[in-house]
């Protein structure tokens, strides 16, 4: 994971906190242990669940992949078009 700035690999253990025979936060629809586990590994750097219980997705995209985000904002009325066109140009990157 990119924490800081900085690539980091994170240890843990096989715990994983459960409640009434299921994952007590995420969960995966084909029961996938990596959803549980990249969960776990992400609270970790933040040091509990509770710290990454809400919050924006672009934080967890950019602290698992590095890769830079940008909030885009849509508003009612937008020229949709000259939306499409700036997301199909970061995909060329």
Do not use: C
């Not at 242990?33 to 950019?62: D, M, N, Q």
């Not at 009612?76 to 700036?86: I, P």
């Amino acid at each position: 994971m990119l924490y800081k700035g900085k690539w980091m690999t994170i240890d843990m253990d096989e715990s994983i906190p459960w409640l009434s025979n299921e994952p007590a936060f995420s969960n995966s629809v084909n029961n996938e242990l990596w959803v549980i586990l990249l969960e776990k590994a992400w609270a970790k750097i933040y040091t509990s669940y509770k710290r990454i219980e809400a919050g924006y997705p672009e934080e967890p995209l950019h602290d698992l992949t590095g890769a830079p985000i940008k909030q885009i904002y849509i508003k009612k009325g937008a020229n949709k078009e000259e939306e499409w066109n700036y997301l199909m140009k970061g995909s060329q990157l």
